[in-house]
């Protein structure tokens, strides 16, 4: 499975945990070879989750009760009311600067298309500047942290006493047993120290 980059640091972390915590990069290896499946599955639920809030923005209607939105549609029509008559301001020495009425009223005469263009433009602009910021802390909460991190069913979890104690005889062995190489050298110094044994004992006699 290839790896997402968020997936990707998880599962870096997950195996610098076990090495830390087993002190032997051979057995953290043998334990995280035996949870990668159900790693994998962690993994893809986390961005199944992503593709869920995709498709929530994607296809669902654009809503919101984020009271930021009114705000950002606000300053939104204030900064094109500004931008077209600042144009038109001139310099009073009494009240500073000021725009005429009539400049005002000359540079909001435009088509009823023209402004509905530029007021849906300023809430959907408005709108998509509260969606996005939703957007990041949804992956943020839901992918990444509870799923991925701290939640109930986090990677971090599957290796607890309650797995370990599930294992079989075989497993543990596999695992936490010595290898081949290894215990063919116990086996030929045992022999050897027999041997030995057996000599010591011919010659005392």
């Known amino acids: 499975m290839r790896m997402r980059p968020c997936q990707s640091v998880v599962h870096a972390f997950i195996?610098?945990?076990?090495e830390v915590v087993s002190k032997d990069?051979?057995?953290?290896?043998?334990?995280?070879?035996?949870?990668?499946?159900?790693l994998v599955k962690k993994y893809k639920h986390a961005m199944s989750t992503v593709d869920?809030?995709?498709?929530?923005?994607?296809?669902?209607?654009?809503?919101?009760?984020?009271?930021?939105?009114?705000?950002?549609?606000?300053?939104?029509?204030?900064?094109?009311l500004y931008s077209t008559v600042a144009k038109k301001s001139f310099d009073d020495c009494k009240h500073g600067e000021v725009v005429r009425l009539s400049d005002i009223v000359q540079q909001?005469?435009?088509?009823?298309?023209?402004?509905?263009?530029?007021?849906?433009h300023d809430i959907?602009?408005?709108?998509?500047?509260?969606?996005?910021?939703?957007?990041?802390?949804?992956v943020c909460m839901q992918a990444a942290d509870h799923y991925l991190v701290t939640g109930p069913e986090a990677p971090m979890k599957l290796f607890s006493p309650?797995?370990?104690n599930d294992l079989s005889d075989e497993r543990l062995e596999e695992i936490v047993g010595e290898g081949r190489a290894t215990k063919r050298r116990r086996r030929q110094l045992q022999k050897e120290v027999e041997?030995?044994?057996?000599?010591?004992?011919?010659?005392?006699?």
Not at 15 to 18: D, F, G, L, S, V
Not at 108 to 120: G, P, Q, W
């Open 108 to 120: 909001h005469h435009m088509s009823n298309l023209d402004h509905t263009v530029r007021d849906i």
């Open 52 to 80: 869920f809030l995709l498709r929530i923005e994607h296809e669902g209607t654009p809503t919101t009760l984020n009271h930021y939105f009114n705000d950002n549609l606000k300053k939104c029509r204030q900064k094109r």
């Open 195 to 205: 041997d030995l044994e057996a000599g010591k004992a011919v010659l005392l006699k």
């Open 162 to 164: 309650s797995w370990v």
């Open 25 to 38: 990069t051979q057995m953290s290896s043998k334990i995280l070879s035996l949870l990668m499946d159900d």
């Open 124 to 138: 959907l602009d408005s709108y998509y500047k509260v969606a996005r910021k939703r957007f990041v802390d949804n």
């Open 15 to 18: 195996q610098k945990a076990h």
